[in-house]
Every structure is written in structure tokens, then in C-alpha cells.
């Protein structure tokens, strides 16, 4: 397991613990906060508090966050069920995740994010574990198969 995914893992298996609305809820908070102090994109668990003038309605912040997924959506995907003899030697290292467990794949997730389609750390776990959470399934090729036939519900 590389650094980046130990330091994800924790992280994960809270978020994890969470509904795919709180995940959008929490990618759109973590974007926002981002936003408006760059200095907590570094960090795997930032800490995000709103007062409520800023926080707008939480059906705002949720949309907020499923665009944000739809957008790394696609890219994730390719990266992950691709074919790009680049990214073999680490999409490798994820499908080994594959026989441990979902949060060991959405630590592994989270890492390759960050290293391969520049994500965030802050945002890389949540959109690993919205992955993990909507299309989880045993071992990589189904997990592909069952992301690959809902994929076009986001394009």
C-alpha cells in the first residue's frame, strides 16, 4: 500500500460510513472550502465548517457535489477500467485492492487520484469512496461492468 493510500485510508472508512447524498453533501462542502482557502486542498480530511448565511440551502451544496462527480466521473473510469499502458503498473496495485476490501480499494482509489488525474487530496476521498459506494462489486472486471452500464445515466 503506497504513503498516499495509508494516509487516505482512515479518512475513507468514515466516509465510507456515509449515504451517497451525504458523499455529494460532502464533495460540494469540501469544493466550497477549497474555494475559499486553497491551503485545505492539500489535506485528506480538511476541516470544513459553514455558518448557515454561507452554507445555502444543503440541496444546493449536494447538486453542487453531484456535478462536481460527473464531472471526474469519466476520467476516473478511464483510469481505472482503461486500457492506457501508462497507468498499468498502478491500476495494477488497485486491482489487487480488489481481493482485500472496498476501503482498501477506495484508499488505493483516493492515492491514484491524486497522483494520476490531479485531484485534490481532500477531494480524491470522497470521489473514491462515491465510486466505491454507487458501482461495488467483486473483483475489478465486474466492478468495471457494473460502472461502465450506469456511466451513460451521467453522460
Known amino acids: 500500500m503506497s504513503i498516499l493510500a495509508e494516509l487516505a485510508e482512515p479518512v475513507v472508512a468514515k466516509l465510507l460510513n456515509l449515504s451517497e447524498d451525504e458523499l455529494y453533501e460532502r464533495l460540494g462542502e469540501t469544493a466550497r472550502a477549497i474555494a475559499a482557502d486553497p491551503s485545505k486542498a492539500g489535506l485528506f480530511e480538511p476541516i470544513v465548517i459553514y455558518n448557515e448565511p454561507e452554507l445555502e440551502f444543503v440541496e444546493d451544496v449536494r447538486d453542487f457535489g453531484r456535478r462536481l462527480f460527473r464531472r471526474w466521473n469519466v476520467e476516473t473510469y478511464k483510469f481505472i477500467c482503461g486500457d492506457n499502458i ?14 482485500l476490501s472496498d476501503l482498501a480499494v477506495a484508499a488505493a482509489l483516493a492515492s491514484l487520484l491524486v497522483t494520476h488525474v490531479g485531484l485534490s487530496p481532500a ?6 469512496s462515491l465510486v466505491i459506494k454507487r458501482f461495488s462489486s467483486p473483483g475489478h472486471d465486474q466492478f468495471c461492468r457494473v460502472w461502465k452500464n450506469k456511466m451513460s445515466k451521467y453522460e
Open 86 to 99: 501508462d497507468d498499468m503498473v498502478d491500476r495494477q496495485e488497485l486491482i489487487n485492492a480488489f481481493d
Open 123 to 128: 477531494l480524491a476521498v470522497v470521489v473514491a
